[in-house]
Nanobody
Framework: QVQLVESGGGLVQAGGSLRLSCAAS????????MGWFRQAAGKEREFVAG????????YYADFVKGRFTISRDNAKNTRYLQMNSLNPEDTAVYYC????WGRGTPAGDYKYWGQGTQVTVSS
């Protein structure tokens, strides 16, 4: 059973940056694709970025391309989401999710989810 814990959220001004981390335990994390999702108040959860299990492919939602970067550190069992040029529309709870042998795409079979970390961007 993989357990995921997000961290790194907080309050930042528009134009600022944050780096989210997703630490995993309970499994061989290098076998898992990772997706980052977010859910703003009153809205449905949406895909933000993903990285496949081998780390060779990444996917981004159009609204974060050029601003967010997903990466991984297998030695630390951790995945990251570097978020730059944040704007108030990025305010949401951000979740990481894992998909065994997955591609990291929005339609992946993400069976394991973290509890989320709040990101708030002030104008």
């Amino acid at each position: 059973q993989v357990q995921l814990v997000e961290s790194g959220g907080g309050l930042v001004q528009a134009g600022g940056s944050l780096r989210l981390s997703c630490a995993a335990s309970g499994g061989t994390f290098s076998r898992y694709a990772m997706g980052w999702f977010r859910q703003a108040a009153g809205k449905e959860r949406e895909f933000v970025a993903g990285i496949n299990w081998s780390g060779g492919s990444t996917y981004y939602a159009d609204f974060v391309k050029g601003r967010f970067t997903i990466s991984r550190d297998n030695a630390k069992n951790t995945r990251y989401l570097q978020m730059n040029s944040l704007n108030p529309e990025d305010t949401a709870v951000y979740y990481c999710a894992a998909d065994l042998w997955g591609r990291g795409t929005p339609a992946g079979d993400y069976k394991y989810w973290g509890q989320g970390t709040q990101v708030t961007v002030s104008s």
